[in-house]
T-cell receptor, first 117, second 114 residues
Framework: KAGVTQTPRYLIKTRGQQVTLSCSPISGHRSVSWYQQTPGQGLQFLFE???????NKGNFPGRFSGRQFSNSRSEMNVSTLELGDSALYLCASSLAGTGSATNEKLFFGSGTQLSVL | QQQVKQSPQSLIVQKGGISIINCAYE??????FPWYQQFPGKGPALLIA?????SEKKEGRFTISFNKSAKQFSLHIMDSQPGDSATYFC?????????????FGSGTRLQVQP
């Protein structure tokens, strides 16, 4: 079974631009979460989607948004990019549903490395 | 927002030695205490997790110890190998939002010397 796929792997943008990152979860997984990883702030939760609905949201400004499609694929968008948005953006999928620990296990992709110049 | 304090920041262990990483949390009830392992260029991967109704869980060379009264949980890596060299993160569920939204510790970079 294929793992979580994130595209693109690397991205370079300039300040003020916007960017869209894509995530394809493991087949059958219904939940997709997004995390930002930086050397200074570590791993921080952005938001989580389940059945096309945002279920949880972290403490990030409104410039960060996301969505999930009916096939569970997800995209996240960052508008008006700032230098501080340079980070590794990680997507994680899980079966979700019954709330059991097994179904809640997160499987991470390798991430999209975003550099803002 | 729940904070989790992880220590040490970095750790160097000789091959065959024991690696110990600690995490402490604040005064809130959780039902899930996972540890993640991350290699360079890869996303984190769940290594082992424990529920608060047990004090210890062992999977191969990896053991989680949980001390509810001290609000601490630790990862022990027995017979550490160079292949264990990675960054390790403890994590906690974010309040009542379930196990899919996690607050991560700051990470411990482990280096196992041959």
């Amino acid at each position: 079974k294929a793992g979580v796929t994130q595209t693109p792997r690397y991205l370079i943008k300039t300040r003020g631009q916007q960017v869209t990152l894509s995530c394809s979860p493991i087949s059958g997984h219904r939940s997709v979460s997004w995390y930002q990883q930086t050397p200074g702030q570590g791993l921080q939760f952005l938001f989580e989607y389940f059945s096309e609905t945002q279920r949880n949201k972290g403490n990030f400004p409104g410039r960060f948004s996301g969505r999930q499609f009916s096939n569970s694929r997800s995209e996240m968008n960052v508008s008006t990019l700032e230098l501080g948005d340079s980070a590794l953006y990680l997507c994680a999928s899980s079966l979700a549903g019954t709330g059991s620990a097994t179904n809640e296990k997160l499987f991470f992709g390798s991430g999209t490395q975003l550099s803002v110049l | 927002q729940q904070q989790v304090k992880q220590s040490p920041q970095s750790l160097i262990v000789q091959k065959g030695g024991i690696s110990i990483i600690n995490c402490a949390y604040e005064n809130t009830a959780f039902d899930y205490f996972p540890w993640y392992q991350q290699f360079p260029g890869k996303g984190p991967a769940l290594l082992i997790a424990i529920r608060p109704d047990v004090s210890e869980k062992k999977e191969g060379r990896f053991t989680i110890s949980f001390n509810k009264s001290a609000k601490q949980f630790s990862l022990h890596i027995m017979d550490s190998q160079p292949g264990d060299s990675a960054t390790y993160f403890c994590a906690l569920p974010r309040g009542d939002t379930g196990r899919r939204a996690l607050t991560f510790g700051s990470g411990t970079r482990l280096q196992v010397q041959p």
